[in-house]
């Protein structure tokens, strides 16, 4: 079954540190997406990324990075030089393919995130 | 601008007390779904349409119901809700060819009492 697993409950990390959210996905379909969306206090989800699973370029944006790797089908997001607002909860989300070609999306149970100034 | 809102945004009602919660898009979307999110379970899809009175059961539709008149538009049901509805809502669209890119409305906080 597809499944996400984002085995970090919850981080707390001090202002400028660096931090590493994990994100492990199982998968049986060959053609897939892989997504991050952040939710803070005020609770929307915000749209980070989406990787397809045929680009295994890592991914840098400001002081995101994401690496995506395939042999050990993961995709971790990392934080550099955290800020307070970073904080916030940050879904890992895999999409699946289903019977009458449409789509859904598998989220991770979230990895709540703390910066502490 | 593009968007998809939900109405109301936060709902306080009791047990069996019907209710409906909106869900409307500007996009001209052909594909949306309705999603929970509980703590430590992440979001789990409810509802989803492929099209206008097209609709197709998530992984958690018990309790819920939808309906897909027009295609802007597409309501969650609450017949009877039971405490355990408790939870926070989200509508989503894409189109009918990139449905791996939903676009996620603000949510709807709803707590039955």
């Known amino acids: 079954a597809q499944k996400v697993t984002q085995a970090q409950t919850e981080i707390s990390v001090v202002e400028k540190e660096d931090v590493t959210l994990d994100c492990v996905y199982e998968?049986?379909?060959?053609?897939?997406?892989l997504f991050w969306y952040k939710q803070p206090p005020s609770g929307e989800l915000v749209f980070l990324i989406r990787r397809n699973s045929f680009d295994e370029q890592n991914e840098i944006s400001g002081r995101y990075s994401w690496n995506f790797q395939k042999s050990t089908s993961s995709f971790n997001f990392t934080i550099t030089a955290s800020q307070v607002v970073d904080s916030a909860v940050y879904f890992c989300a895999l999409s699946e393919l289903l019977m009458d070609s449409s789509y859904k999306l598998i989220f991770g149970s979230g990895t709540r995130l703390l910066v502490r100034p | 601008e593009a968007q998809v809102t939900q109405n109301p945004r936060y709902l306080i009602t009791v047990t069996g007390k019907k209710l409906t919660v909106t869900c409307s898009q500007n996009?001209?979307?052909?594909?949306m779904s309705w999603y929970r999110q509980d703590p430590g379970l992440g979001l789990r899809q409810i509802y989803y349409?492929?099209?206008?009175?097209?609709?197709d059961k998530g992984d958690v539709p018990e309790g819920y119901k939808v309906s897909r008149k027009e295609k802007r538009n597409f309501p969650l049901i609450l017949e009877s809700p039971s405490p355990n509805q408790t939870s926070l809502y989200f509508c989503?669209?894409?189109?009918?060819?990139?449905?791996?890119?939903?676009?996620f409305g603000p949510g709807t906080r709803l707590t039955v009492t």
């Open positions: 998968t049986r379909d060959t053609t897939y997406y």
């Open positions: 989503a669209s894409s189109t009918r060819n990139t449905i791996y890119e939903q676009y």
């Open positions: 996009m001209n979307h052909e594909y």
């Open positions: 349409s492929m099209n206008v009175e097209v609709t």
